[in-house]
């Protein structure tokens, strides 16, 4: 341990931005300027730790050492940088760097309102992250943790529409449970239940767990159990695990640079690191292991068994509503929930080697995911266009951005020579080699790749294979659970009534519409997803009732279809404002751009460094240093060096681990 | 005879008698009442400084006594200044203090409403200080007084009734506290807290303490406004002048709040209490439902002063839980939570009422609606109204995470798991209405309608409406102190540990 100010200093960077930020509200260049320089400073900060950090320091700042006052009684407010968390720290630091540019074309490129507020937060936010990443007890965790919930609150209810202030609701609502309930209770248990032995109390994070932690859970082993899934459940929902996962999705009506560097790496990573501090530096594998919970009709399991359960059927879960999801943002949305719990199961299984694979879809899956989710932002700018169904040809338009996007599809599905197929190998080794029911484990993570493919690939078939006036069907998307009776690629009369969802009220009015006779653009938004025009028809006093029911009387045969899709529609179609309306193709097509006047470079260029860099973690992970930090974490853990960890069997590791 | 121990009685006397001067010299002048109470509160503020340092450094940590005109305790009157008391005398004179500030130019005015000021801050003080059960009765009376002077002091009819509403069900605390007393005084004979200390345990008939217990718990639940004798407060609160609510909302409930715990950890003792059947109970749950109860009442409300009354009755059940725990666990945490949450709530609802004051003086606004789009007109309010709500949910670093988690952690301790799930639930409930302010001040555009108030704003106190630097410093260091507190949760149990040395061995 060596006393150090840089781990505050990186956490106070940002901070500090944030007055400045406010006060050059009035000149955007300067104001974007500090955003950039905040993040270089805070890169550099951290980056300047990377090096003794690997050679095993820790560097640690104490509130009550430096300045005596002590933060509550018994617990310091302290920060600390050990390989965990300059992991983390150094992953959203480098990533903020991008984001700034591509914060900065992207609100300029929509002349968002507010846009001073929105740097402010986005800084905070960045502060708050490092602070989780740095924290070096629960306690300061927990603060972190708060303070993230209470900045990222302005990025999401950003609109001040009623969408994005319900949004907003919801979003606070499961944070704040998340954190000021059950973090906080589980925070307080651990400090109690440390505090009945003589180690104790502590709260301090141990590689391999707490040593007093340890001998409390053979005094009091239920509610050290209890007080582990309070601490999960905490994270879990930052992390999004099911059932606590809905707020991700409505979170997606943020401005996408917020979907991409928060709710795809800072804010929802933070959850999943949350759940490997408790994992590995609060419990430590070996008392997760032998901590045996005791199931009625199973007998007994270890505490990580739940954890993995419900991790591997939120994966499978929110992969399978993935498919379902028009809204692009809202699909990379389920994805994310669907990848976070790779890295939640990936710690669960305890194996040394699962938990390199989880530690390192970290980074792993931040990239991609960036990637992608900063594709879907450069859409949303330069054409309005939100709903895959839309992007029939868009490759033509955004080739460039959509090459990156297929990039960042691939590294999600698992696929080499992307970073994510790294990450994925080693869970599955660690999965693989404790074998028995762990095989199950190994069994969703490799469903899941599948079922990636499945959601992704129709977004890259679409864009690049498929024309606007010529294009397949969705089946998934448009068609009832199960499938039509009749073959979807008969005439286009057919096509035109499923895809319009078969609301009858939709057909009518678009019948009744003067445009109706350009039946050969059906494929705009409007017609296609006139979710605004629906509750318009719903509403109007004027349809006249009988006529609705006569259409339904005739479609019999699809009215659980019918109601169905018109909740679909209800949740799905609502997306960013101003798109939609304005979305899909103009009337000639897409015409054709070069990479470079696609966009602007404000946008291109992070999304180009960020998948490069996707393909270099994938490439080369040893040359990379998340893999070797990774590792360097797991030693830290089981305390011997990595070559033999894999060599030892699963059941002799975690008993050596517990003493 | 000590320098500060003589501030003892002076902090008590000098509002008192200071109370007269406005009177007398308005026969004269009307411009008076101001500078007397600016005068007298500064000088009160510096002398509790002046005593809380001679309490804290003080070598042998003992407290400061004075007895009144020399009589020894066991039949005279002790004051006494120790680590639990001045800190709530600290927070009296700075809160006093720091409304003076809004109320020069945001009223009310006249010599008369000083008087009352002045005789509240005296009422409040002597509360906080004295070391006689039946001295605090005379206190408890002259700080009600003034209140409801105070309250009734409002424009239009309402504030008529609720001080009539706020004086009967006063009136009817206060009586069952004395009834209390006597019940204590014919049991053991005497009045003095110390006195009393010793004499409880040893009472031949426990029954009379009993019955004593019962009436005092029952006197300060409503004193304190717990659910469901807590229906005088919101009016109260709600149609005081703007100037006035401040203070009341800040102090007189927190004072009564604080003589409770001193009389259950002083007084009845810790050890004894948890031996007598039920009070721990009935603590505990008088605390926990006002904490549901409350914060259910405070989401449906509309106006914000209200809202924020009611917000009270929910944080006072957090301070009259942590007295349950203390009493069925022997919790020296949780009473360190009670003390915390005290102070750290006075101060919050006292930077927040005088927020909603600046607001309805300068916005026009009243009502959860109005606040709509107050971020883009007040940005400095708004901003110091959210830290001021954010530290209330108990949003970490505030006051307010600091008195929940000790608490909590008090609850957990003794394995007092229901409670321990409604303090942990409160973040939650407390979110529930601070949130819905929130979202209406920054991410709800003004209606079009509402937007000529702006313009030309509704005269609330005699068409004034100008903001002056000194109203918006005020709010603006409240909720600064709200997060400095929140690094001294460390330092405020280090002061206190004296005191719990004291009573929990």
């Keep these: 341990m060596v006393a150090d100010i840089r781990p505050l200093a990186a956490v106070l960077v940002s901070a500090v931005a944030i007055v400045l930020i406010i006060a050059s509200h009035r000149r955007p260049n300067l ?43 018994g617990i310091d407010f302290a920060l600390r940088a050990d390989p965990l968390g300059i992991f983390f720290a150094l992953l959203a630091s480098f990533l903020w760097i991008f984001t700034s540019f591509y914060a900065a074309g992207y609100m300029r490129g929509l002349s968002e309102h ?70 906080l209770a589980g925070t307080v248990m651990i400090y109690w239940l440390t505090s009945l032995v003589s180690e104790g109390p502590t709260l301090a994070f141990e590689a391999g767990g707490m040593d007093a932690l340890a001998a409390a859970a053979q005094v009091e082993p239920v509610y050290a159990q209890a007080a582990f899934f309070l601490l999960i459940a905490g994270f879990g929902v930052k992390a999004a695990l099911m059932p606590l996962h809905s707020w991700l999705a409505d979170a997606m009506v943020a401005p996408t640079p917020v979907s991409g560097l928060l709710h795809a790496v800072a804010v929802v990573k933070s959850g999943a690191f949350g759940v490997a501090r408790v994992i590995l530096e609060v419990y430590g594998p070996g008392l997760i292991y032998d901590l045996p919970l005791d199931v009625p009709g199973i007998g007994e399991v270890g505490l990580n068994i739940p954890v993995a ?156 294979f498929e024309s606007e006036d010529r294009h397949d069907a969705k089946p998934l ?183 | 005879m000590s320098s500060a121990e003589l501030l003892l009685p002076l902090l008590i006397a000098a509002p008192l008698l200071a109370a007269t001067l406005p009177i007398v010299l308005g026969l004269w002048t009307d411009r008076t009442g101001w500078p007397i109470a600016a005068v007298t509160t500064t000088g009160l503020f510096g002398a509790a400084v002046a005593l809380a340092s001679a309490v804290y450094t003080g070598t042998d940590a003992a407290p400061i006594t004075h007895e009144l005109g020399g009589y020894p305790r066991t039949y005279g009157i002790q004051l006494v200044a120790d680590q639990f008391s001045i800190l709530i005398a600290l927070l009296v004179t700075a809160v006093a203090t720091g409304v003076l500030v809004y109320t020069r130019q945001g ?27 039946f ?24 504030s008529a009734v609720a001080a009539l509403k706020y004086l009967i069900l006063g009136t009817m605390a206060a009586s069952m506290y004395l009834i209390g007393v006597a019940f204590l005084l014919m049991a053991t004979g005497t009045l003095n807290m110390i006195e009393l200390a010793t004499a409880i345990p040893a009472a031949e008939r426990p029954t009379l303490i009993r019955a004593g217990f019962g009436f005092i718990a029952v006197g300060f639940a409503t004193k304190v406004a717990q659910w469901p004798l807590h229906t005088w407060q919101p009016s109260a609160y ?10 009341i909302a800040a102090l007189v409930s927190t004072a009564s709040a604080y003589a409770f715990g001193r009389l259950i950890v002083t007084v009845f003792g810790v050890d004894y209490l948890t031996t007598m059947p039920n009070a721990a109970t009935i603590v ?96 400095v309010v708004a901003g110091a109204m959210a830290v001021l709500l954010l530290s209330l949910v108990g949003v970490p670093p505030g006051v307010g995470f600091v008195g929940k988690w000790y608490i909590a952690l008090g609850a957990v301790q003794s394995e007092l798991w229901p409670v321990a799930a409604v303090i942990f639930l409160s973040t939650m409930l407390t979110l529930a209405y601070a949130a819905r302010l929130l979202e209406k001040m920054y991410f709800t555009p003004p209606a079009a309608l509402d937007w000529p108030r702006t313009t030309e704003p509704v005269a609330t106190d005699g068409g004034d409406t100008t903001v002056s630097i000194g109203m918006l410093a005020i709010v603006v260091i409240a909720a600064v102190g709200a997060v400095a507190l929140g690094f001294a949760g460390g330092t405020i149990a280090g002061l206190l540990e004296p005191f719990l040395m004291e009573v929990f061995n």
Excluded at chain 1, 56 to 71: A, D, H, M, N, P
């Design chain 1, 309 to 464: 359960i419900v991790a591997a059927f939120t994966l499978t879960a929110a992969s399978i509503i993935a498919m379902r999801k028009d809204h692009l943002k809202r699909r990379l949305a389920y994805s994310t929930t669907a990848q976070l719990s790779y890295i939640v199961l990936g710690l669960s299984l305890l194996h040394p080697y699962a938990i390199v694979g989880a530690l390192f879809h970290i980074p792993a899956h931040a990239f991609a995911k960036l990637t992608l989710f900063f594709c879907a932002g450069a859409i949303h700018v330069e054409t309005h266009t939100d709903y895959i169904s839309e992007m029939a040809g868009i490759g033509k338009r955004m080739p460039l951005t959509m090459s990156a996007f297929t990039i960042g599809a691939a590294g999600m599905a698992g696929l080499p020579p992307i970073a994510g197929f790294v990450s994925k190998f080693y869970m599955l080794i660690g999965a693989g080699d404790v074998g028995g029911s762990y095989w199950l484990f190994a069994g969703a993570l490799l469903l899941s790749a599948v079922l990636n493919i499945a959601y992704f690939w129709p977004v890259v078939y679409t864009a690049f």
């Design chain 1, 477 to 659: 998307l448009e068609f009832p659970e199960g499938g039509l009776i009749q073959s979807y690629a008969t005439t286009s009369d057919d096509e035109s009534v499923a895809a319009d969802g078969g609301e009858p009220a939709d057909t009518s009015g678009i019948e009744n519409e003067p445009h109706a006779a350009d039946t050969d653009d059906y494929e705009y938004a409007v017609d296609k997803y006139p979710s605004d025009h629906t509750t318009a028809d719903t509403d109007a006093p004027s349809q006249p009732t009988d006529a609705r029911a006569t259409e339904t009387s005739t479609r019999d045969g699809h009215d659980d279809h019918d109601d169905h899709d018109e909740s679909v529609a209800a949740v799905d179609h609502h997306g960013d404002h101003d798109d939609h309306l304005t979305g899909g193709p103009p009337a000639g097509g897409w015409p054709r751009r070069s990479p470079r006047t696609e966009s602007t470079w404000l946008m291109l260029a992070p999304i180009a460094i960020i998948a490069t860099g996707a393909v270099v973690l994938g490439i080369g992970p040893d040359y990379a240093v998340f893999l070797e930090l990774a590792t360097r974490i797991v030693e830290g853990v089981f305390g011997m060096p990595f070559e033999q960890l894999g060599d030892m069997p699963f059941g002799e590791l975690m008993t050596e681990v517990t003493n």
């Design chain 2, 135 to 158: 001295n605090l009765f005379v206190f408890l009376e002259i700080t009600s007084i003034a209140t409801y002077a105070l309250v009734a002091s409002g424009d239009g009819p309402e």
């Design chain 2, 284 to 379: 505990l749950t008088i605390g926990c439902v006002s904490v549901l109860a409350g914060t259910a009442l405070a989401v449906i409300q509309t106006e914000v002063k209200r809202m924020l009354a009611y917000s009270s009755v929910s944080q006072f059940g957090l301070v009259i839980a942590a007295y349950g725990v203390v009493i069925a666990g022997s919790s020296e945490t949780a009473f360190i939570g009670a003390a915390i949450h005290l102070i750290g709530h006075g101060l919050l609802k006292a930077g927040l009422f005088l927020g909603a004051a600046l607001v309805a003086r300068s916005y026009g606004a009243r009502t959860v609606d109005e606040y709509a789009g107050l971020a883009k007109a007040r940005p």
């Design chain 2, 107 to 133: 009223g009310p005015r006249g010599n008369t409403f000083y008087t009352a000021y002045l005789l509240l801050t005296g009422g409040l003080l002597g509360i906080t200080l004295t070391g006689d059960v």
């Design chain 1, 31 to 73: 104001r974007e300027g500090w955003s950039v320089l905040a993040a270089l400073t805070k890169f550099g900060l951290v980056v300047s730790m990377l090096p003794a950090v690997m050679d095993g320091t820790v560097f640690r700042w104490s509130l009550k050492e430096s300045t005596g006052i002590q933060f509550l009684e």
């Design chain 2, 238 to 247: 709600q149609q005081a002048p703007d100037g006035v609510t401040p203070l």
């Design chain 1, 114 to 183: 507010n846009q001073t507020r929105f740097f402010a937060s986005f800084a905070a936010s960045l502060s708050a992250a490092v602070g989780i990443a740095f924290a070096a007890n629960l306690v300061t965790i927990f603060v972190f943790y708060e303070l993230l919930s209470l900045v990222t609150y302005p990025l999401v209810a950003h609109n001040e529409d009623e969408e994005a202030r319900i949004a907003g609701r919801k979003y606070l609502t499961y944070t704040f449970f998340g954190g000021g309930v059950f973090l």
